[in-house]
T-cell receptor
Framework: ELKVEQNPLFLSMQEGKNYTIYCNYSTTSDRLYWYRQDPGKSLESLFV?????AVKQEGRLMASLDTKARLSTLHITAAVHDLSATYFCAAATGTASKLTFGTGTRLQVTL | EPEVTQTPSHQVTQMGQEVILRCVPISNHLYFYWYRQILGQKVEFLVS????????KSEIFDDQFSVERPDGSNFTLKIRSTKLEDSAMYFC?????????????FGAGSRLTVL
């Protein structure tokens, strides 16, 4: 059974600082996703990573995938308050369409 | 931008009552899902649906849950006899396969409170 874990669970960081969220998954995965959730809101797709070494960037967020280590990272550069949210990674394997979500990382960016 | 719509946004019900949560997936998507999220916790998979049948379900999705696509546009989740522990936010999602990946688009959620 595919298990997905994230750390840290909670991250408080100052504006302007850099930080990385880690996502480990337990078995071979074909696809790795990152989603953002604002409090009381739905999940918004950020990135899909499909192959070893894949890197995607959008604004201050950059996601990467290392399939050999079964690890994905979400790197935040020069954080701003608007990035405060909970970030979830999710993994999927084969033709199974379901996504298995990680525990989430609640990011709080303070002034 | 196409979106997944869910109704109701919030439902309060008594324990033992039946609840139906409704979803309108994105029109050209072929895969449909229900997930739930207990307050402050992670997003848990309930069921996926493709070609008018359940393709996968989790251990949470027991006999008191059912899904239906009654009319080609709606996708419903029924909970037959609600329990206190069914209180959660229920998210519907839909997807299609593009470029080797299925990116799920989630609705805004239906908050279920069981008293």
């Amino acid at each position: 059974e595919l298990k997905v874990e994230q750390n840290p669970l909670f991250l408080s960081m100052q504006e302007g600082k850099n930080y990385t969220i880690y996502c480990n998954y337990s078995t071979t995965s074909d696809r790795l996703y990152w989603y953002r959730q604002d409090p009381g809101k739905s999940l918004e797709s950020l990135f899909v990573l499909l192959s070893n070494g894949a890197v995607k960037q959008e604004g201050r967020l950059m996601a990467s995938l290392d399939t050999k280590a079964r690890l994905s990272t979400l790197h935040i550069t020069a954080a701003v308050h608007d990035l405060s949210a909970t970030y979830f990674c999710a993994a999927a394997t084969g033709t199974a369409s379901k996504l298995t979500f990680g525990t989430g990382t609640r990011l709080q960016v303070t002034l | 931008e196409p979106e997944v719509t869910q109704t109701p946004s919030h439902q309060v019900t008594q324990m033992g009552q039946e609840v139906i949560l409704r979803c309108v997936p994105i029109s050209n998507h072929l895969y449909f899902y229900w997930y739930r999220q207990i307050l402050g916790q992670k997003v848990e998979f309930l069921v996926s649906f493709y070609n008018n049948e359940i393709s996968e379900k989790s251990e949470i999705f027991d006999d008191q849950f059912s899904v239906e696509r009654p009319d080609g546009s709606n996708f419903t989740l029924k909970i037959r006899s609600t329990k206190l522990e069914d209180s959660a936010m229920y998210f519907c999602a839909s997807s299609d396969w593009e470029g080797g990946a299925n990116v799920l688009t989630f609705g805004a959620g239906s908050r279920l409170t069981v008293l």
